[in-house]
């Protein structure tokens, strides 16, 4: 089955009025594969204004929602705002997330279920600790985060999930996990998805590998068959560098 290849920019707890117009303006000129879907995720507060300003098929996420639609929860996002404002993504169970606000699996699982029911789609994020992979506990790791996810959803709802395996050694590090290294994370998880769920989900459902990626590591990584795109964190604020990654499948 033919996966839409998807580049995924989750651009963190950055940004400024004049970055989005800067980001925004080469998205809106770039060029790039059809064959090529490209989200992106601001921070909250640019969501409203990066939804209005860039082109229609480049996809808003936002980099995280609450469990319900509204309520006494200060400080954080509901689904049924995202929805208000037109954005159609969100990422959820990011590393940054589980570390230093201590999300658990079981968090994560019910925020995804939230979100699809809002009709939402969902870059739901996985990843193991250089600890964990130097004590061979990867596909432990990686494999308990997504049955935390699917115990919450049923098959059709995996038409909206998206699978960001993101090395949490690699994450901001600028170490990149060799591309056999991916291949071999994202076969697993595939494996795990038929398994589990069923042989269709796992052949449907888009893994993206995120990890200090840029230019020069995408090329190479994109060529593996299980890897259907990237979920990309610096590089994504570089304009130029950001188009490159777009243009490395075509």
């Not at 998807?6 to 651009?11: A, D, F, I, S």
């Not at 658990?104 to 939230?114: H, I, P, R, Y």
């Not at 992979?133 to 959803?153: C, H, M, P, S």
């Not at 060799?178 to 494996?191: C, D, L, S």
């Amino acid at each position: 089955m033919a996966r839409k290849f998807l580049v995924g920019g989750n651009w963190k707890m950055n940004g400024s009025k004049q970055l989005v117009d800067t980001l925004v303006k080469a998205l809106n000129e770039g060029k790039w594969s059809p064959n090529v879907e490209c989200v992106i995720a601001p921070p909250a507060p640019y969501l409203a204004a990066v939804r209005a300003a860039v082109r229609k098929e480049v996809g808003v996420a936002a980099q995280n929602c609450w469990t319900e639609g509204k309520g006494a929860f200060t400080g954080e996002i509901s689904t049924e705002m995202l929805k208000d404002l037109n954005i159609d993504w969100v990422i959820l169970g990011h590393s940054e997330r589980r570390s230093i606000y201590k999300e658990s699996d079981e968090l994560v699982g019910k925020k995804v279920a939230a979100a699809v029911k809002a009709d939402l789609k969902v870059i739901a994020c996985c990843g193991e600790s250089e600890g964990e992979r130097d004590a061979g506990k990867t596909t432990e790791v990686v494999f308990r985060q997504i049955k935390a996810i699917a115990d919450q959803l049923s098959a059709a709802d995996w038409a909206n999930i998206v699978i960001a395996y993101e090395p949490v050694w690699a994450i901001g590090t600028g170490k990149v996990a060799t591309p056999q290294q991916a291949q071999e994370a994202h076969k697993e998880i595939r494996g795990w998805l038929a398994k589990n769920v069923s042989k269709d989900v796992a052949d449907a459902t888009r893994i993206l590998y995120g990890g200090s990626v840029s230019a020069k590591s995408a090329p190479d990584l994109q060529k593996e068959e299980d890897i259907d795109g990237f979920l990309v964190g610096g590089a994504s604020l570089k304009d130029k560098e950001f188009l490159e990654i777009l243009n490395c499948r075509q």
